[in-house]
């Protein structure tokens, strides 16, 4: 309870400031579902957030990152959304799920499902 | 039986052979746009992929005057022991699949009427569409006694990984026992925010080993920064941190930390509250700027950055000109971040030649950091964009304060940022 009423206030006061460097202390949580209303974000737009850590279209993957491309639709969603209620604990994805919309996180499903399963390229990396 | 054309054959073809990650062989149209892209760092090297990755028919080309780029992420890394290889690359595989025209030169000059480049060598190029991804240009005369030849030779910043990284590491091991090195952080904004302070905190665990009466002083141009709270509590368990044993100390701008001036021959620092600190390194971090292209060709208009419709990162000044990176006007300065704005370029030009408006951009920064081998941290940032501007909808540090101690996640984060920074390098160059 305590914690939605922080939020609560967060989202009051946090959704007509700009960000500044209180950001860096502090915490800003708008609920993406205010955002409604806005231009729709397109899967890959949506996606395309999520490869600096798992990869070219979902498909790079390491030790820690799994791939994202191929996954069924129905799983990306249902992983995003218990990540996105905490059912499903994560140090990292609780936080990034809470980030988007329901519909985003439909839409970037629809994405990754489209996605070739095979490891992106693999070659190991290219020193200089 | 459709009618397919060669054309849209070949185009077929192109974006098959990429899934099984051949070359990707573009097909010019007589009327193929030319894109030309200003840096082949993070920003400059990720557009150009994404966009030869969702357009085949059109002229990418790269002006970058090094032949090797070596990753910011990470380079903190480098200071204490790790293979700076590691963190780099050439350009050669990019532009091999992703056909990259590859210039290696300097851009003197902007026409924006002619619609033109102008190189170091004398070289004119032709652009439809501009992206200007050059870096953070660095101001050095805010601190009295420094100039770019000191910070080339002595007082390094570091702050461009490469050359001076392994200088500043060399400098740290030749410190005597006992020694003091200073970290100067800029004024808020400049590139990778909790930088100076991964930066102080690997030079400590390091000295714990090697130098363990040595002793950093982070001197400091702001009040607070990101991931106070998390790095003080582990300064405070590991580096006996707020006591007289201390080998961190940070001294911020209230407590008046900013350098005002620094004596390179007696290896002095003045600082904001009149003290004078002596030190075997002084590691002076420049305010961060636009890139000075910028500044010369106007898109800055007299400001500190580069103005921009952050629904597209298009500058306000000019057309068909996008910036990315260090150099535009965004409230944090990040390679998660440039990389994003790389991709919303690619995508709103891609859209534009279909005579389509771009679309709805979404930029995060999820950035992976690390206090020691054992204690990482992780920040979930979400800007949206309303009517060109930002907003900030999310931002987040874990551990939080209110979290119990859990010595798993510390360390799951450390490997996180490790796995991160490899992803991240094949993301931007394979």
């Known amino acids: ?128 | 039986m459709t009618q397919i054309s060669r054309r849209e054959l070949l185009k077929l073809l192109g974006a098959a052979s990429i899934m099984g990650g051949a070359a990707l062989r573009p097909v010019y149209g007589k009327a193929a746009a030319k894109v030309v892209i200003v840096g082949g760092g993070i920003g400059g090297m990720i557009t150009a992929k994404y966009l030869r990755l969702i357009n085949q028919d059109v002229h990418i080309t790269v002006i970058e005057p090094d032949s090797i780029y070596t990753f910011c992420p990470g380079s903190n890394d480098v200071l204490v022991g790790e293979s700076i290889s590691d963190f780099q690359r050439t350009y050669q595989h990019s532009k091999d699949r992703y056909q990259l025209q590859m210039i290696a030169d300097r851009v003197k000059d902007i026409d924006f009427n002619r619609k033109q480049l102008k190189t170091g060598s004398g070289k004119k190029i032709a652009y439809d569409y501009l992206v200007l991804s050059p870096g953070p240009g660095f101001v050095f005369d805010n601190i009295a006694g420094w100039s770019k030849e000191l910070a080339d030779s002595k007082i390094l910043h570091a702050w461009k990984a490469g050359k001076q990284t392994l200088m500043l590491r060399d400098q740290i091991r030749a410190m005597p026992q006992g020694g003091v090195m200073v970290i100067a952080p800029p004024p808020m904004p400049f590139r990778c925010p909790p930088a100076p302070y991964e930066r102080a905190s690997f030079v400590a665990e390091w000295m714990a080993q090697h130098n363990p009466r040595g002793k950093i002083i982070i001197l400091d141009n702001n009040p607070g920064f990101v991931f106070q709270k998390q790095y003080i509590k582990y300064w405070k368990q590991r580096r006996a941190y707020g006591t007289d044993k201390a080998s961190i100390e940070w001294i911020s701008s209230t407590q008046g930390g900013a350098v005002t001036q620094v004596d390179a021959r007696n290896m002095t620092v003045r600082i904001q509250n009149g003290e004078t600190i002596r030190a075997d390194v002084i590691n002076l971090i420049p305010t961060n700027t636009a890139n000075r292209l910028l500044i010369r060709t106007g898109l800055t208009q007299g400001k500190d950055w580069a103005a921009v419709n952050h629904h597209d990162m298009s500058s306000l000044v000019q057309k068909d000109v996008y910036v990315i990176g260090d150099s535009a006007d965004f409230n944090i300065k990040t390679g998660y971040l440039a990389a994003d704005q790389g991709k919303v370029v690619a995508q709103a030009i891609h859209a534009r030649l279909h005579n389509q408006a771009p679309g709805q951009p979404l930029y995060v920064n999820d950035c992976l950091a690390k206090a020691g081998k054992d204690f990482g941290m992780t920040l979930t940032e979400t800007y949206r964009e309303r009517e060109g501007k930002l907003q900030l909808a999310q931002s987040i540090q874990r551990p939080l304060s209110s979290e119990p101690e859990n010595t798993f996640m510390r360390h799951f984060l450390v490997a996180a940022a490790d796995n991160w920074q490899r992803s991240f390098r094949r993301d931007v160059f394979d």
């Open chain 1, 1 to 128: 309870m305590k914690r939605l009423g922080l939020y609560g206030l967060l989202l009051l006061t946090s959704h007509f400031v700009m960000a500044d460097e209180n950001s860096f202390t502090g915490e800003v949580y708008v609920n993406p579902e205010q955002y409604q209303g806005d231009p729709p974000i397109s899967g890959k737009m949506a996606a395309d957030t999520c490869s600096a850590c798992h990869g070219t279209q979902g498909r790079i993957f390491n030790e820690i990152f799994p791939p994202l491309a191929g996954l069924p639709k129905a799983t990306f969603i249902k992983m995003m959304m218990d990540f996105k209620t905490g059912k499903r604990p994560s140090f990292i994805m609780n936080n990034i799920a809470r980030t988007y919309t329901q519909q985003e996180i439909e839409r970037m499903a629809d994405y990754f499902s489209r996605q070739s399963a095979k490891p992106w390229f693999v070659k190991s990396e290219k020193k200089a």
